[in-house]
């Protein structure tokens, strides 16, 4: 069975930095893209991050040149690393495993909060 597991979330203070990570098993890895979204407080859940089976990727505008999405096809796993982090970055982030024609899944998601 299919499964992600996202790690690494925090309180951070404004300019900090995290790296989140997600763990994928019980899946082919190397064929699907990865997302990270992120949803905070009275908000809809929004796309930050994502990275193609062929490792392109394509962000949010209000998270480029801070955020970085990759991927490890040989251990399974995706980052999404946050420098310069802001208020406003304060959500819930989840990871995304989708592709054409394949099933999506989803992570139960890892808070990030910044704050003083």
């Known amino acids: 069975q299919a499964r992600l597991v996202e790690s690494g979330g925090g309180v951070v203070h404004p300019g900090g930095s995290l790296t989140l990570s997600c763990a994928a098993s019980?899946?082919?890895?190397?064929?699907?893209?990865f997302g990270w979204y992120r949803q905070g407080p009275g908000q809809q859940r929004d796309m930050v991050a994502i990275?193609?089976?062929?490792?392109?990727?394509n962000y949010h505008d209000s998270v480029k040149g801070r955020f970085t999405i990759s991927r490890d096809n040989a251990q399974n796993t995706v980052e999404l690393r946050m420098n310069n982090l802001k208020p406003e970055d304060t959500a819930v982030y989840s990871c995304?495993?989708?592709?054409?024609?394949?099933?999506?899944?989803w992570g139960r998601g890892t808070q990030v909060t910044v704050g003083l």
């Open positions: 995304r495993a989708f592709g054409h024609g394949k099933t999506d899944y």
């Open positions: 019980g899946m082919n890895f190397r064929v699907y893209a």
């Open positions: 990275i193609s089976s062929v490792s392109s990727t």
